[in-house]
């Protein structure tokens, strides 16, 4: 089991990514995007494994929330950004699939 400064400190690791995620997805750097996104599901695979089962109380559960807030808003700000980059790339798929179904059918001009 994690202490919970040690699960703060996790879900502060996580907040830091998710902002790094943003600038990542704003600059259209979507390789950088994917290897921040895993580092963050590593994190979150750390915590579904060692987070106490006990609630935080106090300051400590006040931080915890401000945290997961950040992450929140930096994910509605990474899914705008990306959502007209995925309905392109999905676009492109589906023409190419198109073209081909249409070559295979017709043959090459």
């Given at each position: 089991m994690m202490t919970s400064q040690e699960v703060l400190t996790v879900y502060a690791a996580m907040a830091e990514l998710t902002e790094q995620m943003v600038q990542a997805a704003t600059a259209s750097d979507w390789d950088l995007l994917v290897l921040l996104e895993q580092r963050c599901a590593a994190h979150a695979q750390r915590l579904r494994a060692h987070e106490p089962a006990a609630p935080m109380q106090g300051a400590q559960r006040e931080q915890k929330i401000e945290l997961i807030r950040q992450m929140l808003n930096a994910d509605r700000?990474?899914?705008?950004?990306?959502?007209?980059w995925m309905a392109q790339l999905s676009k492109l798929i589906n023409n190419t699939g198109t073209e081909r179904r249409l070559v295979n059918a017709y043959g090459s001009v």
């Open positions: 700000q990474i899914r705008d950004l990306t959502m007209p």
